[in-house]
């Protein structure tokens, strides 16, 4: 290989990693927070954020009116459990901020079928519907999601990217 077949390479190289750092989406939070994954413990109202070496952040949370069990179906107040994505973000919630659960999968899409039903769907970490709400009173109140106080919720919103694990247990 000659020097010029070199130089091409390296000048490829550079041009590839140039142009696939301009396709990062700068409204999408990167991953300098270190968070790996989020577990969930809905018995004890807490969501932890877990780096590479433990919890980096752990914060009480607020749960669907019926809290206990897994998500069935639509309507039935119940927080989804089970191995789940961050798959979509809404700056421009109701709920202030919110964060979207890959809820349902495949399986809680079967389940529900094969019932008739609807397994339901927009499963989100969020923020409260007005001021005041505030999850470490212990108020399951919303439909299924994962309730937060607005700045909670701004602080989760900002370190876990789409596309992070969040395993939510009973």
Known sequence: MNRFSITRRGA????LM????????????????????????????????DG????????????????EGHKQFEGDGKTPEGAYLIDRRNPNSQFHLSIGISYPNAADKAFAAA???????????????????????????????????DSQVEEVY???PDGTPIYIHA
Not at 12 to 15: D, R
């Open 158 to 160: 900002a370190m876990v």
């Open 12 to 15: 490829l190289v550079g041009g």
């Open 52 to 67: 590479l070496a433990g919890p980096l952040k752990t914060y009480p949370v607020g749960l669907g009116f019926a809290p």
């Open 115 to 149: 019932r008739g039903k609807s397994p339901g769907g927009d499963i989100f970490i969020h923020g409260g519907p007005r001021p005041g709400i505030d999850p470490t009173d212990e108020q399951d109140w919303t439909a299924g999601c994962i309730a937060l106080t």
């Open 18 to 49: 140039s142009l696939a750092a301009g396709c990062v989406n700068q409204n999408q939070p990167q991953n300098d927070s270190g968070v790996s994954r989020l577990r969930l413990y809905k018995a004890k109202r807490l969501l932890i954020l």
